[in-house]
Antibody, heavy 122, light 111 residues
Framework: EVQLLESGGGLVQPGGSLRLSCEASGFTFSDYAMSWVRRAPGKGLEWISLVFNGGTGTYYANSVMGRFTISRDNSKNTLYLQMNSLRADDTAVYYC???????????????WGKGTTVIVSS | QSVLTQPPSVSGAPGQRVTISCTGSSSNIGAGDDVHWYHQLPGTAPKLLIYGNINRPSGVPDRFSASKSGTSASLAITGLQAEDEADYYCQSYDNRLSGFVFGTGTKVTVL
């Protein structure tokens, strides 16, 4: 059974940093691209970043470009999201998701973690 | 703000059929990329409902179906049940943004 477990969320001041982790199990982690998706209070889902299975190719939403960095350690079956220069509008539940599909632009997220909450506030 | 537009809410009585539209543009749905659908029950993680425009993962009831045409897609739920109350999202890739996009989301209410 595929399992994804996020951790690292918490309360941080504006301008601060936080690193989220997502431990994966139940599948060959190194074979799949992974994404981070967030949902802010009262808002919908927002895709924010993807990393290909080898870790060398990454994509970001404009809203986090230059502030967030996605990475992975395939030896530890773990996905990361380094979040810097945090703002109040980064407050959200952050989910990691396993990507599936035969072609990058047609990827879909077939497994999700339960999420970790990030609150940016002074 | 999302580039895929959905109605904020739809509702129906148990047993009825409801549909949710997802309107995009030539840089996403209209560019030929697949549309996928997810739902999120209150307090839970999102779950994949439909992938590749029309395909249901194993375990998803056949009450859920979807289609795509031009720059739009739609999700239909037939035989509406109380457990279908959730937020529903379409998702595709946008080549102008060079990234994935979700729809604005639709809250389904069972009357």
């Amino acid at each position: 059974e595929v399992q994804l477990l996020e951790s690292g969320g918490g309360l941080v001041q504006p301008g601060g940093s936080l690193r989220l982790s997502c431990e994966a199990s139940g599948f060959t982690f190194s074979d799949y691209a992974m994404s981070w998706v967030r949902r802010a209070p009262g808002k919908g889902l927002e895709w924010i970043s993807l990393v290909f299975n080898g870790g060398t190719g990454t994509y970001y939403a404009n809203s986090v470009m230059g502030r967030f960095t996605i990475s992975r350690d395939n030896s530890k079956n773990t996905l990361y999201l380094q979040m810097n220069s945090l703002r109040a509008d980064d407050t959200a539940v952050y989910y990691c998701a396993k990507e599936e599909g035969w072609d990058f632009t047609n990827y879909y997220m077939d497994a999700w973690g339960k999420g970790t909450t990030v609150i940016v506030s002074s | 703000q999302s580039v895929l537009t959905q109605p904020p809410s739809v509702s129906g009585a148990p047993g009825q059929r409801v549909t949710i539209s997802c309107t995009g543009s030539s840089s996403n749905i209209g560019a030929g990329d697949d549309v996928h659908w997810y739902h999120q029950l209150p307090g839970t993680a999102p779950k994949l409902l439909i992938y590749g425009n029309i395909n249901r993962p194993s375990g998803v009831p056949d009450r859920f179906s979807a289609s795509k045409s031009g720059t739009s897609a739609s999700l239909a739920i037939t035989g509406l049940q109380a457990e279908d109350e959730a937020d529903y999202y379409c998702q595709s890739y946008d080549n102008r943004l060079s990234g994935f996009v979700f729809g604005t989301g639709t809250k389904v209410t069972v009357l």
